[in-house]
Nanobody, 124 residues
Framework: QVQLVESGGGLVQPGGSLRLSCAAS????????MGWFRQSAGKEREFVAS?????HYADSLKGRFTISRDNAKNTVYLQMNRLKPEDTAVYYC????????????????????WGQGTQVTVSS
């Protein structure tokens, strides 16, 4: 089992920045692809970014969001810049166990573990 805990969400003005963190604990010795998803009110959850050896991003977010990981700290980060009101959502961290046949980036259904989410609100 792996436990994921997100932090760093909050209220930010349009144009501002936030950095989300996702700390993993438990059986973290296995390799994982780490991902970020988000869900806005009334919408389906959508892919934001993932990282294994290389990062992958939703096309609409390239250039504003950056995913990174610190394996020594079992933590993955999402740096979000030039935030817009439409970025308002609950942001979820997820982990997909590396295994034969896993696509990169993994499909949403391939993620094995999910955090509880952290709210990001972009508003003036």
């Amino acid at each position: 089992q792996v436990q994921l805990v997100e932090s760093g969400g909050g209220l930010v003005q349009p144009g501002g920045s936030l950095r989300l963190s996702c700390a993993a604990s438990g059986r973290t010795n296995s390799g994982y692809v780490m991902g970020w998803f988000r869900q806005s009110a009334g919408k389906e959850r959508e892919f934001v970014a993932s990282i294994s050896l290389l990062p992958h991003y939703a096309d609409s977010l390239k250039g504003r969001f950056t995913i990174s990981r610190d394996n020594a700290k079992n933590t993955v980060y999402l740096q979000m810049n030039r935030l817009k009101p439409e970025d308002t959502a609950v942001y979820y961290c997820a982990a997909a166990t590396l295994r034969v046949g896993l696509s990169l980036p993994p499909e949403e259904g391939s993620y094995d573990y999910w955090g509880q989410g952290t709210q990001v609100t972009v508003s003036s």
